[in-house]
């Protein structure tokens, strides 16, 4: 079956760095996906992995290895509007996204 | 651009009735819509793929009798909860993929929340 599996939460403090791994078995890959879920909202983008290596975007960067089933997704100068769920979700060969639980991140001053 | 609408963002019924969700892009066509279910503290549960004048397509275990999807054009997808009751309460979002999208990442919806009574 698809499977991704992700931490249910993680805490960390105000201007730190954290990371959230994710890993997955899917058939198939045509990407992978990282969205930002606040409470009682929709998620919204952060990025996009399709081939092995680090994407940075400002603060969020995020990183894959295929031949591992693994990405990350690493935020710095954590500020507490980053408090949030964060969602792994991996496109399969029939371009339909599979959808990991979510992490929920908890910022601390 | 690629801002996806929901209508009502909440709403509150009596066991028994039927709930109609809207989804709208409002600047793209959007021939494909994905309708979610999220429980609390749970993730996104898809439930349908929406396609403009077609049939849905169900995920396993989602009745298509009681979740009755309705995609009339290019821009607006409807989800009607049937006789619903208190275990269809649920967080309900929709996405759509716009055309020219960099990743072809979904858009989501603000998402509406059904209590049923």
């Known amino acids: 079956g698809q499977n991704i599996d992700q931490p249910t939460e993680m805490t960390a403090t105000e201007g730190a760095i954290v990371q959230i791994n994710c890993t997955y078995q899917?058939?198939?890959?045509?990407?992978l996906f990282w969205y930002q879920q606040h409470a009682g909202e929709a998620p919204t983008f952060l990025s996009y992995?399709?081939l092995d290596g680090l994407e940075e975007k400002g603060r969020f960067s995020s990183f894959l290895s295929r031949s591992k089933g693994y990405s990350y997704l690493l935020l710095k100068e954590l500020q507490m509007k980053d408090s949030a769920s964060y969602l792994c979700?991996?496109?399969?060969?029939?371009?339909?996204?599979?959808w990991g639980a979510g992490t929920k991140l908890i910022i601390k001053p | 651009g690629a801002v996806v609408s929901q209508h009502p963002s909440w709403v509150i019924c009596k066991s028994g009735t039927s709930v109609k969700i809207e989804c709208r892009s409002l600047?793209?066509?959007?021939?494909?819509m994905f309708w979610y279910r999220q429980f609390p503290k749970q993730s996104l549960m898809l439930m349908a793929t929406?396609?403009?004048?077609?049939?849905?397509?169900?995920e396993q275990g989602v009745e298509k009798d009681k979740f009755l999807i309705n995609h009339a054009s290019l821009t607006l997808s409807t989800l009607t909860v049937t006789s619903a009751h208190p275990e269809d309460s649920s967080f309900y979002i929709c996405?759509?993929?716009?055309?020219?999208?960099?990743?072809?990442?979904?858009?989501f919806g603000p998402g509406t929340r059904l209590t049923v009574l």
């Open positions: 600047d793209f066509q959007a021939t494909t």
């Open positions: 992995n399709v």
């Open positions: 996405s759509a993929i716009p055309g020219v999208s960099s990743y072809n990442e979904q858009f």
């Open positions: 899917t058939s198939g890959f045509n990407g």
């Open positions: 929406s396609n403009e004048g077609s049939k849905a397509t169900y």
């Open positions: 979700a991996v496109r399969d060969s029939n371009y339909q996204l599979i």
